[in-house]
C-alpha cells in the first residue's frame, strides 16, 4: 500500500493523554515523523524519526510505533497543542513520500 | 539553511505553474540531500509532490505524475518544479523542503510556501 492514514479528529480534555495514530503498510518497514500545523501558520516538527523531539519541542509530545501504526502521544495537552497534525513517512518501496489526511486535534 | 520559492503567484487554467526553490546555506551539489515540493491546497492537507537529489530522481507523486517535472539546477543552487495544465485544483500554497538523505524520514529545512492561484 502506498497510503498512510490518520483519523479525521480527536478530542481531548485539557491536562489528559492524547494519542494519534497513523497506519499504513509501509510503517512496518519505515520510520514516522510527526508535523503540527496550528490555523494559518506553516507546518512545524514535533517528532521525527518515530520517537525523537526537535530542540524545542516540549517534552509532552512524545513518538511510538508497532507493527503496522506509528503513534504520537501528548501527555498532559495544552489549550496550545490544539492544530492538525500530520505523519509523514514513505510508501511501501522506499521511493515515494506520504502524508497522512491530518487529525485535527481539539482541546476541551 | 534557507530555503526559499519563487515564482508567479496567478496562473491561467491550462497554463504551466513554474516554481523555483532557491537554497542558501547548502549545496544542491553535495550529494547529501532530498530536494522536495510539497503544496496545500485551500482548507485541505499536506500533499507531497516529488523530490530529486544530486544523484538521482525525481520521484513523483503518483496522483501528479503524468503533469509534473522536477529539476535540479546545481550551478545555481536551486531546484524547479514544472506543472503542466492547471486547474482550479492545483491552486494550493507550494512549499520547497529538505530531507537529508544520512538521516531521513523529515524534513529539516522546509521554505515559507508561496501562494500559487490558478484562475483566469
Known amino acids: 500500500s502506498s497510503e498512510v492514514t490518520q483519523d479525521p479528529a480527536v478530542s481531548v480534555a485539557l491536562g489528559q493523554i492524547v494519542t494519534i495514530t497513523c497506519q499504513g503498510d509501509s510503517l512496518r518497514s519505515y520510520y514516522a515523523s510527526w508535523y503540527q500545523q496550528k490555523a494559518g501558520q506553516a507546518p512545524v516538527l514535533v517528532i521525527f524519526?518515530?520517537?525523537n523531539r526537535p530542540a524545542g519541542i516540549p517534552d509532552r509530545f512524545s513518538g511510538s510505533g508497532s507493527g503496522n501504526t506509528a503513534s504520537l502521544t501528548i501527555t498532559g495537552a495544552q489549550a496550545e497543542d490544539e492544530a492538525v497534525y500530520y505523519c509523514y513517512s514513505r510508501d511501501s518501496s522506499g521511493d515515494y513520500r506520504v502524508f497522512g489526511g491530518g487529525t485535527s486535534l481539539t482541546v476541551l | 539553511v534557507q530555503l526559499q520559492e519563487s515564482g508567479p503567484g496567478l496562473v491561467k487554467p491550462s497554463q504551466t505553474l513554474s516554481l523555483t526553490c532557491s537554497v542558501s546555506?547548502?549545496?544542491?551539489?553535495?550529494?547529501?540531500?532530498?530536494w522536495h515540493w510539497i503544496r496545500q491546497r485551500p482548507g485541505k492537507g499536506l500533499e507531497w509532490i516529488g523530490y530529486i537529489y544530486y544523484s538521482g530522481g525525481p520521484y513523483y507523486s503518483p496522483s501528479l505524475e503524468s503533469r509534473i517535472t522536477i529539476s535540479l539546477d546545481t550551478s545555481k543552487n536551486q531546484f524547479s518544479l514544472k506543472l503542466i495544465s492547471v486547474t482550479a485544483a492545483d491552486t494550493a500554497i507550494y512549499s520547497c523542503?529538505?530531507?537529508?538523505?544520512?538521516?531521513?524520514?523529515?524534513?529539516?529545512?522546509w521554505g515559507q510556501g508561496t501562494l500559487v492561484t490558478v484562475s483566469s
Open positions: 524519526r518515530k520517537n
Open positions: 523542503a529538505r530531507e537529508s538523505i544520512a538521516e531521513p524520514y523529515f524534513f529539516d529545512s
Open positions: 546555506g547548502a549545496s544542491t551539489s553535495s550529494g547529501g540531500y532530498y
